[in-house]
């Protein structure tokens, strides 16, 4: 079985790579090769299979037939301009995030219609919580409605019609994971208006200070990286005719306030590194959370066996046991 | 006010036009000057303004941009490919439902860039209920989610998302209106696979024979011509700030069952009319309507001044006084 990763050097995609060079297999399969993309070269790997490392900007127009041209088995997208980049750039927003998906999908159309219909790689798009805006529910059901309040949530939602679309018409087989919130996410901030949830626990527990931008009754939904990487394994075996029409799932997660995070951080650190967090409150990133949903009620997903972290404690150890560098 | 029709030469384009040209106004302004544009060249038409009457393909790269330069403070953008037609051709219907959509927000960005940010047309963007996939409540809500079991569906889909957002950013100030399946449609049948919706009023009013490719217990959502050109009105006129984020609409409609259709059909036309209704099921029309959703509670529209048809009767009143010739 041949792979492609479409995003392998962001934070997910070199951990979904590494785990998959070392097992070797994915869905009960030996990995026969795996083409590891993103904007910058990925990292080299070693691997029971060979791998190929390549640079390409997905916005660019020869890419996506070039990569579909691989004729991958199963395709791994997770490439994307982050929320808060897509909100202050918006042509680059829409040209990588709707542009770049969109030519893939067509891409991989044209390479099924020239195969005579043999061709239909297994897609996994992460999408995003992203998709809804407020008001919301309690809870956020299998049947909300996406609504989005940004253009990264626009972007997001507009893949996923893509995605079912292309799906029913049988030129993809294709599967949606609205990801939750991926905290504590290791490494430097990156541009996502979500960076802070990671950076109060993963700055303080290095005794480094930390920035609270919004209040501590700020309520959200959270996965660790590790479960992140179990969704897109999960999601690359699963039977997608259980997924009917809507191909696109709200995934399990931990429904944590900021309150709670710190007092996760307090009995995993102690009260000298929960007092690294420094409140400085700013407005843009505060409303543009406030547009987010911070509980879900994911059945189908759960039904399908995805699983999560047991609590915000739990993605405070899997950072500690699979990131923590003192 | 300079207005500009996408779509003039389709049937609601048509009595959108020539109902602008008789009142001479538009949300209480003096109408100013019009532009119709169509695949076709628009019918010539007597008015109190101006009219320029052009043929284009929205699809062709240079379009947008030359529409959009026009500076039309308010945009009617009719255009689409047909659900059946969308559906048949894959291609055609992502070019013009989708492309040309996307094109033409895109090139009203650049004039609203261009102009320091004066620029800011009010948009009204017909969309439908073919955005919605069963499984349905018993009637679907102003928060029911999008889940289109079609390629048009989808595509309407879609550019609601961008209609948001684009509005959201203040690039233009739209509105969406999912309109009901417009019936009696005038004229010749089009590719639409709701299109015996009609057939089976219109055809049989006239003396002929209309075929009804789907059972009598099928339910659907209807419109007449005229309450469609009433909603593209008052999607004109109405203080879009009482939309929010969620600028696209569900619009009143009458839902009858193809049985009570063909019921108020033989109180206006006698059982002679009725008896020229021949049942020859197709399978493709039956389970793409199956798809599509049979009754609302437009609570929104409603609140916002949207008004439809009181009844089938009505509809088929509706017909005879504004398109009926015998």
């Not at 997208?77 to 750039?89: C, F, K």
């Amino acid at each position: 079985m041949k792979l492609l990763i479409i995003g392998a050097a962001g934070m997910i995609g070199r951990k979904l790579s590494l785990r998959l060079a070392r097992e070797g297999r994915l869905s009960g399969r030996a990995i026969g090769g795996a083409h590891l993309v993103d904007i910058v070269t990925p990292p080299p790997m070693n691997a029971p299979f060979p791998i190929a490392r390549e640079a390409f900007d997905i916005a660019a127009p020869y890419v996506a037939p070039k990569l579909a041209a691989l004729r991958a088995e199963v395709i791994f997208l997770l490439a994307s301009v982050v929320s808060g980049e897509a909100e202050a750039d918006f042509d680059k927003g829409y040209a990588i995030n709707l542009g770049g998906t969109q030519a893939l999908f067509e891409s991989i159309r044209r390479e099924h219609l020239l195969s005579g219909g043999a061709y239909r790689p297994r897609l996994i798009f992460t999408s995003s919580i992203a998709v809804f805006g407020a008001p919301f529910p309690e809870a956020i059901g299998d049947d909300f409605l996406a609504a989005p309040l940004t253009s990264y949530g626009t972007q997001k939602a507009i893949c996923e019609l893509l995605l079912g679309d292309y799906s029913r018409r049988g030129f993809l087989d294709g599967i949606g994971l609205r990801l939750p919130t991926i905290c504590v996410r290791p490494g430097a901030p990156n541009r996502a208006a979500s960076g802070f949830f990671s950076g109060i626990i993963r700055e303080p527990l290095s005794g480094k200070e930390a920035i609270l931008p919004v209040g501590e009754e700020v309520r959200h939904w959270h996965a660790s990286p590790r479960s992140a990487v179990g969704f897109l394994l999960r999601a690359a075996e699963i039977d997608t005719s259980q997924l009917g029409a809507r191909r696109t799932l709200n995934l399990p997660g931990v429904s944590a306030t900021v309150g709670e995070q710190i007092e996760a951080l307090r009995q995993a650190a102690g009260e000298k590194a929960a007092g690294l967090i420094r409140r400085e409150r700013d407005e843009t990133i505060a409303r543009i959370v406030a547009g987010w949903p911070s509980n879900f009620d994911p059945a189908r997903a759960k039904a399908l066996g995805f699983r999560a972290d047991a609590d915000f404690s739990a993605i405070i150890r899997a950072y500690l046991e699979d990131d923590f560098e003192q």
